[in-house]
């Protein structure tokens, strides 16, 4: 189900509340057309009952039938009688009888009778009234009917608001665009220098531009801050770890104690190595290369190979991408290094689909706990219940990489495989050169 932006959110409002309004006008028009018809039919009647009584006075009696026909029309059939005035016509439509003799107020003494009936081309109108000097004048007439709301109406009563939908369109792209502006800077928060963003829109539109801009200023000063405290420390810790390693060099050691506090040392400089890497990886990033991505996933599985892993790489000899070569380099070594640890073995594909470049990772260890597939892309988390002496790292590798695909513009997908183990995805848009 497509999910609706502000412009079209505030359209639909728009449109709900024109066809709203139209139904209602519509409705309103249908029975204000109606009354008026009927005014006008009450008033055509009168009248034309009016002049044939007046004419049919002054004629002699023997004339009187034949004049009658002759005031008559197709549509507005008139007949006289000599017959007594006590045969009536029932009254079925008071209403109308009360507005005629509104019309003509003489009609109230000429014993006004009338109905309405439904007849095959419309509703009729027949009635009686006495004639002075004697006989009963008889009629018989179509009521007037509005006619229906047709296609050709309606198109022509919703032109208008069509025309008022097309421009209010306009108008709240207009209005909103500002907010597309915000929504896009917003991705880019936390990755480089602030881009200043320009003033623009409504006033709460524009307050609301001036305090992301301050916000994403004070991010990228706390980024900038973290960076250098850990730079600093790492550059810091590395002196008195070199020293270590001098006086252990030169301390005559057995070899059991010397191999284990050259362990330590190890895994401290390890620990330091990820924390610098992790910072590089946060840092601006280098302007991109034209780098054979093939050759690259390739390289790194033989040395993993070369070191006693079961590694393999599957796919073709050659694929130029144009890419940072560092972070890509240290994202595909990372997760290489993740499998071999944790499963090891470990299967690179490289593929190309249209213009994306596809790196897959895929190793038949334990996998990831589904409900921890977040956590573990958080820096500094670790699957480990403890810090084992033998799980390297400080839970920062799954992050580096989530780094370095990002300033790639790419997406990574980590999913455990239905047959055993887990599978991580680096997908690089538009990248193949």
Excluded: C
Excluded at 3 to 22: H, N, Q, S, T, Y
Excluded at 41 to 49: D, G, K, M, N, P
Excluded at 157 to 178: E, K
Excluded at 286 to 312: K, Q, Y
Aim: glycine share 8%; proline share 6%; hydrophobic share 45%.
């Amino acid at each position: 189900m497509p999910r609706f932006g502000l412009p079209e959110r505030l359209l639909a409002i728009l449109l709900l509340v024109a066809a709203i309004d139209f139904a209602a006008n519509s409705l309103l028009f249908d029975r204000a057309n109606n009354a008026a018809l009927q005014r006008d039919t009450s008033a055509r009647v009168a009248e034309h009952l009016m002049l044939a009584s007046r004419a049919l006075e002054r004629a002699p009696v023997e004339e009187r039938p034949v004049l009658a026909r002759s005031l008559g029309s197709p549509r507005f059939a008139l007949a006289w009688s000599p017959g007594s005035a006590d045969a009536q016509v029932p009254v079925t439509d008071r209403q109308l009888r009360t507005r005629m003799i509104e019309v003509s107020p003489q009609l109230a003494d000429a014993n006004l009778q009338l109905t309405r009936v439904k007849g095959s081309d419309g509703e009729v109108i027949a009635g009686t009234l006495d004639v002075r000097g004697g006989g009963r004048l008889a009629f018989r007439t179509y009521a007037s009917k509005a006619p229906p709301l047709g296609v050709g109406l309606v198109v022509t009563m919703l032109l208008p608001t069509v025309l008022l939908g097309a421009l209010a369109w306009v108008l709240f792209r207009a209005t909103t665009t500002p907010l597309r502006m915000l929504v896009e800077a917003s991705r880019h928060v936390g990755s480089g220098s602030p881009r200043e963003m320009p003033e623009r829109g409504p006033a709460e539109v524009r307050q609301l531009i001036r305090a992301f801009d301050r916000m994403q200023r004070r991010i990228h000063r706390s980024q900038n801050e973290r960076t250098q405290s850990m730079l600093a420390i790492g550059h810091d810790l590395r002196t008195p770890l070199a020293r270590l390693q001098l006086r252990l060099d030169n301390a005559g050691l057995d070899g059991g104690t010397h191999g284990e506090l050259q362990h330590d040392i190890e895994e401290m400089s390890n620990l330091l190595g990820s924390l610098q890497a992790f910072v590089d990886t946060g840092r601006p990033p280098l302007r991109a290369e034209r780098i054979d991505l093939a050759v690259m996933a390739a390289t790194l599985v033989d040395t993993a190979a070369d070191h006693g892993g079961r590694a393999s790489y599957h796919g073709p000899e050659r694929l130029e991408v144009l890419a940072r070569p560092i972070s890509i380099r240290r994202a595909m070594s990372n997760l290489i290094e993740n499998a071999l640890h944790y499963a090891g073995n470990v299967r690179v594909t490289v593929r190309a689909e249209g213009w994306d470049a596809i790196i897959a990772v895929e190793d038949d260890g334990p996998g990831i706990p589904a409900n921890r597939m977040d956590e573990v892309l958080q820096p500094f988390f670790r699957l480990d219940s403890a810090r084992s002496r033998d799980t390297p790292g400080m839970g920062l590798g799954l992050p580096i990489v989530r780094l370095a695909v990002r300033q790639e513009g790419g997406a990574l997908t980590l999913a455990n495989r239905p047959e055993g183990g887990l599978s991580a995805i680096i997908r690089l848009p538009g990248a193949i050169a």
